[in-house]
DNA sequence: ACCCAGGAGACTG
DNA sequence: CAGTCTCATGGG
């Protein structure tokens, strides 16, 4: 989204040119201006994290332990974010203590019944419901859904609190703190540390967002060591220690894994 | 039938 | 503040 418009675009592999991106629909009409292509030139950017220097990472990944194998198998890959920050928080509240096959059921429903539908090459693509559409709703409209109740409350008491101005992304931002933005997110009903590191790692960024609580991760790291249960918080302390300044990558590449 | 899932809130000590 | 209990719905 650029504004109100919105602009489908395809990403693909430009070989030894980098990356190739191609406007292939949306509201926007051709020619483009040079100002649509900036915007969507920045919004990959920041989507795929091309800003960061991964040689730090890489750097301390090669000899730890759990790291290692995930950053030889998937080499290059980057946290992938969510700009949008209500579609970031939806997605984690969605995914709350369901299984991933579930959750994506459940985002399908809510995005295919509130969003809006985009046609472009003859196929249709969705966008994600605006705030303003769940913030007009009652529980009673979910239930067909099939998600609990008390996901319902959340997505809509999160899309009022952003409707209202009050919470923003850029007022998240300010000052520029990991705990300034957890403190304002776990104030929200709904919104624990998980679901508060995984806004701040997919959306607001901070390499160092880090959803320790994560099942996906506890399995991940199970995995790698061949442990035959998962590790205790106390081992997941132990074992991230190194990870110091680029959690959320370790959390990224271990989750790669289990795909 | 059973256990578990990319947890959170309420309650208790 | 740190543990424990309860909740709610479907996947495997």
């Not at 430009?14 to 292509?37: F, N, Q, S, W």
């Not at 969507?40 to 301390?60: A, I």
């Not at 081992?235 to 220690?241: G, I, K, N, T």
């Amino acid at each position: 989204m650029i504004g109100e418009a919105s602009i489908i675009i395809e990403v693909s592999d430009a070989k030894d040119a980098g990356l190739r991106i191609e406007i292939i629909g949306g509201d926007v009409k051709a020619p483009y201006g040079d100002d649509i292509y900036a915007a969507v030139e920045e919004y990959v950017k920041d989507w795929f994290d091309l800003h960061r220097d991964l040689s730090p990472f890489y750097e301390l990944a090669g000899g730890d332990p759990l790291l290692n194998e995930p950053v030889n198998q998937f080499y290059g890959l980057r946290v992938m974010g969510i700009s949008d920050l209500f579609e970031a928080m939806c997605w984690g509240i969605i995914g709350q203590q369901i299984n991933l096959a579930f959750a994506y059921t459940l985002k399908r429903r809510f995005v295919e019944t509130y969003g809006r539908a985009v046609e472009a090459n003859g196929e249709v693509y969705w966008l994600f419901p605006k705030p303003e559409t769940i913030a007009a709703l009652t529980v009673i409209d979910l239930e067909p859904l099939r998600m609990t109740v008390k996901k319902s409350e959340y997505l809509i008491e999160t899309a009022k609190h952003i409707v209202s101005g009050k919470l923003t992304k850029e007022i998240l931002l300010q000052g520029d703190s990991l705990e300034t933005a957890e403190k304002q997110l776990v104030s929200i009903r709904g919104i624990g540390p998980w679901t508060a590191h995984y806004v701040i790692m997919r959306c607001l960024r901070f390499p160092t967002a880090f959803p320790i609580d994560d099942v996906g991760l506890h399995n991940a790291i199970k995995h790698v060591l061949g442990m035959d249960r998962k590790p205790t918080k106390k081992e997941l302390l132990e074992l991230s220690y190194g990870w110091s300044g680029w959690e959320s990558y370790a959390t990224f590449y271990l989750w790669r894994l289990l795909y």
